[in-house]
């Protein structure tokens, strides 16, 4: 439109001045040569200035190529990338907007030049309030009055949104008026699902690491601890911190170390799954607890980067099984000692008979029939002990002065001890108070760990007794003979388990049995070629 009134002008221009000069030299009288002169200069003029016109055409002419090649790219820039391109001027009307933007909005029939986002909201219904929303976050940047960035949520007519990153760039006059505005929105929606998807996954993993009810941990390829849960200190009793970045095998017994370093290669190298394998844990307080663990290969992006397993405490499993074991071979040693304790009392009650009949014709010796008579009684009372193993028995409960009844014990395995070289000494505590207990049985209990002591190569055998607290009696027997090794602490008191070459195991089975009918509690403490301790904790009263 403006070249043609450029055009125009020129061509008025041309004739009113050759009119107005014509009509001034007709009416000027002045001579020839004169006339010729003015004649030159007005066409000089005319010359000039038509130059002058010319050269601003052609200037006109390139600075329009070079605008229109400049748009050309600017058109073909925006319209190649797959981000909403916008530019407004400064009262909010559309210069110009990308192919992308005028798909999104719904107006790509539409002359958007020159209207504003309202005005645009007028053709296309669906994104009527999104455009009319587009002002009021506009005005928000335009007083900002610096590049600002927002989340825009844009519906889609499938019923889906697309979010998109928006910045918008303001510029001003330089008396501070607007000039345009500059809005690009890059479509983020697979970006913020996938962070979406990602927090997901990482609290799915976290309730399952962290709110796991057994022990979950991860160890690198350099067989480091990486992370564990909090389970770790109810496991080992050690704070997490202390074995982060280490390795783990100080906390697991030495006789499982080798087990665990295959273990680890096999996963690691050979992606084989190490599933329900059994394993000793130390903890802080050197006690063992024993551990059911699975570990499986942690890949990322198909490369091995550690591992990744669970532990679950099966020690109170591992106990069960063991008392239950304990059961079944109480259970087999009590039909055998019920039958044995039967064939026992027959030739028992012959000879005890026979040594009462010849205590009565002779008054000789009447000191050793005694001693006779009171270890055939104990027999008996042996052969009937072998019965509460089969079926327990009602048990006539008596105050007695332990003193007492270890100056039996002492007197009776005297000759014993004096035979295999053993000093027997047992400490009398006047102090203690008298306890509820079948007296018998006690011996039978006190007998056996003495003899056990005796034949243990001990040199001395000795016997404190002692108050635990105001409800127990503690007596403790010390040797300093053979000692028992770990393992074999483990399995004190199980029928049929014994080192001795001739020993059946049932000495301290009953024992035990002994010290559970009175309520009571024995333990061992032992140390190979230094000696054994055995305390044992008895209640006062009744049970």
Not at 269 to 279: D, G, K, L, M, S
Not at 357 to 379: C, F, G, P, V
Request: hydrophobic share 40%; aromatic share 10%; glycine share 4%.
């Amino acid at each position: 439109m403006n070249k043609y009134k450029i055009l125009i002008g020129y061509v008025l221009f041309s004739f009113i001045w050759i009119l107005v000069t014509d009509n001034v030299l007709v009416t000027i009288n002045i001579s020839k040569e004169a006339l010729l002169v003015f004649q030159n200069i007005k066409g000089f003029i005319f010359v000039l200035i038509t130059s002058i016109f010319i050269y601003y055409l052609v200037l006109k002419r390139e600075a329009y190529k070079t605008e229109k090649q400049e748009k050309t790219k600017l058109s073909l820039l925006i319209n190649s990338m797959v981000d909403f391109v916008n530019f407004k001027d400064g009262e909010g009307r559309w210069t110009r907007a990308n192919d992308f933007a005028l798909r999104l909005f719904q107006i790509e029939n539409v002359n958007y030049i020159g209207k504003k986002d309202s005005e645009l909201a007028e053709y296309t219904e669906f994104y009527a309030d999104a455009l009319r929303y587009c002002e009021t976050s506009d005005e928000q940047a335009w007083l900002e009055g610096k590049p600002s960035r927002c989340i825009e949520i844009i519906p889609m007519p499938d019923g889906t949104t697309k979010t998109f990153d928006t910045i918008k760039i303001p510029s001003f006059y330089e008396n501070g008026s607007r000039k345009e505005l500059v809005v690009m929105g890059r479509d983020v929606t697979e970006k913020v699902e996938a962070e979406k998807k990602l927090a997901e996954s990482e609290q799915r993993y976290k309730s399952l690491f962290e709110f796991n009810p057994e022990l979950v941990y991860m160890i690198n390829l350099d067989g480091k601890l990486t992370d564990v849960n909090e389970h770790f200190v109810r496991f080992t009793g050690f704070e997490k911190g202390k074995f982060i970045n280490k390795s783990v095998l100080p906390l697991i017994a030495s006789k499982d170390h080798s087990r665990v370093r295959e273990a680890f290669n096999s996963v690691i190298y050979q992606h084989t799954p190490w599933i329900n394998e059994e394993i000793e844990l130390i903890q802080k307080d050197r006690s063992v607890k024993v551990l059911r663990c699975t570990s499986m290969p942690m890949i990322i992006n198909d490369k091995t980067v550690g591992i990744i397993g669970y532990a679950v405490d099966i020690t109170k499993e591992k106990e069960t099984e063991l008392l239950l074991l304990k059961s079944e071979k109480l259970s087999v040693v009590g039909e055998l000692a019920a039958s044995v304790a039967h064939e026992i009392r027959n030739p028992l009650t012959s000879l005890k008979g026979f040594v009462q009949m010849l205590q009565a014709d002779s008054t000789k010796n009447k000191h050793y029939y005694n001693i006779m008579l009171d270890e055939l009684e104990r027999i008996n009372i042996i052969s009937s002990e072998l019965l509460v193993l089969a079926k327990p028995q009602k048990i006539q409960f008596q105050k007695i002065n332990i003193n007492h009844l270890l100056a039996d014990v002492q007197q009776l395995l005297k000759s014993e001890a004096n035979l295999y070289g053993v000093t027997l000494d047992v400490e009398v505590n006047t102090s203690i108070p008298l306890i509820d207990c079948e007296p018998n049985q006690l011996k039978q209990l006190f007998i056996n760990i003495i003899k056990n002591s005796i034949e243990a190569s001990a040199n001395y055998v000795t016997v404190t007794v002692g108050m635990a607290n105001n409800q127990s009696i503690d007596i403790t027997f010390k040797d300093n003979g053979c000692g028992i090794d770990e393992d074999r602490l483990q399995h004190l008191g199980e029928p049929f388990y014994s080192m001795k070459e001739k020993g059946t195991g049932l000495g301290l089975t009953v024992s035990y049995r002994i010290v559970e009918f009175h309520k009571g509690k024995i333990s061992f403490k032992s140390v190979v070629n230094k000696g054994t301790e055995v305390n044992v904790l008895l209640p006062t009263t009744k049970p």
